[in-house]
């Protein structure tokens, strides 16, 4: 916490300084980090990326792809944006492929999947030959909406991300699968794995009827040796989570607090160097460390992208994970559990009934989805739903979000993801 602090400290000063003395420019990336130290307009390593400030289906109009926008409602009466690039933009034939779903993790939304411009995971599918299907969880920016209850009231975020896997993954992939009309692959990432397992071992006969294969890059769901100083600060959650859902209603940052953040963090990370590095030790902490593997031209539009809001109710399950090293319901105390569950402890999930097959897929320096958790499901799991070995990336500084904004990642990864995927 104290390093937290003086990080902070410094960020502050430096920026107030370099705020002051910077002149406004139009170009906002540049090829090098040293480039940024230049007059950018006037320098040909940089130029401008609008990509930061445009929504998803603007990102993937301007990269050249088709996009269409499909609404679905969950049972419990969450109105969610579907984003669907149906084929490439090098596509002859302008037919959808095989359908995947991809699902973004915590504090984020489908914007992760296309935001690193040609590397971006999203158009790399779809010129494959994929109807790409990108997901928004509730309380996301891209999935605000209800058919009773609004966004200001303290019920619409009354919520973990046990009814996100229960709800708004079953909803998805139930649109997915009667609009395409055959079983979908499912790839989630971080928090996006967490809710499809909820989903899969509450609903084990819809989910195999559905689903043809989940892929699970950084899989959250056991969470043993976590060496992520965000994610153990969240020891003192219990303390100060009362005061956050009583400010916030149950949202955590709610307006105009999360606009005042993401201001906050564009003045103090941008646009020197100096500042993106202190910055990047504040993500570093929480995903493990790999400056290398940085791109200098996405960092400013990847920069503000974990700024999502969410539920309170929803770090508060993940922090119980974390105490007690279970994959269990939301535990509402010995009192609150009997009634929910007429049980002192919470139910754990039961990964006994996975039917569907899971391909893992983890990396050596990840912070937050650690090997011996990872191990640990899959040490849990049913035989015939582990065929495959559980893959891990060869480069050993890749953490926790190089699988989404990682400079190699394509060579990394989505290279050898895609052959798998082709072999389906």
Known sequence: ??????????????????????????????????????????????????????????????????????????EDGYILTLF???????????????????????KATSKCFISTGEKSLG?????????????????????????????????????????????????????????RKQKIIYLGFSMGTTTATVYSSTYPDIAENKVKIFIYFAPFIFTNEIGSYTYKGLQIWPYIEPILRTLGKGQLFPRPFDDLNIQLWKFLCYPYPVQMKICQILDMWSFGFDYEQIDPETYPVTLLQLLETTSVKTVTHISQLLKSEEFQQFDYGEEGNLKKYRSEKPPQ????????????????????????????????????????????????????????????????????????????
Request: hydrophobic share 35%; aromatic share 14%.
């Open 349 to 424: 999930y039961d990964l006994s009934k996975l039917r569907v097959p899971i391909y893992l897929i983890r990396s050596d320096n990840d912070n937050l989805s650690t090997k011996s958790g990872i191990e640990r499901f899959n040490a849990s799991i049913p035989e015939r739903v582990k065929p495959y070995d559980i893959y891990v990336v060869n480069y050993k500084k890749f953490n926790h979000i190089d699988f989404v904004f990682s400079k190699d990642v394509v060579p990394l990864l989505y290279n050898h993801l895609i052959q798998f995927m082709n072999n389906l």
């Open 84 to 106: 669907r690039i149906p084929y490439g933009k090098k596509s002859t034939l302008k037919q959808p492929g095989k359908p995947v779903l991809l699902q973004h993790g915590y």
């Open 1 to 74: 916490m104290k390093l937290q602090l003086l990080s902070a400290g410094i960020i502050l000063v430096i920026s107030l300084y370099l705020i002051k003395t910077k002149s406004k420019t139009k170009n906002n990336v540049c090829k090098t980090f040293e480039d940024y130290y230049t007059d950018r307009d006037r320098n040909e390593n940089c130029h401008y990326n609008p990509d930061g400030e445009l929504t998803v289906p603007e990102i993937i109009k301007r990269w050249g792809y088709p996009v269409e926008t499909h609404y679905v409602t969950t």
């Open 123 to 179: 158009f790399l599918l779809a010129d494959h030959g994929y109807d790409v299907w990108l997901g928004n969880f509730r309380g996301s920016i891209y999935s605000r909406n209800h058919t009773q209850l609004s966004d200001t009231e303290k019920k619409f975020w009354d919520f973990s991300f046990h009814e996100i896997g229960l709800y708004d993954i079953a909803a998805k992939i139930d649109y997915v699968n009667k609009y």
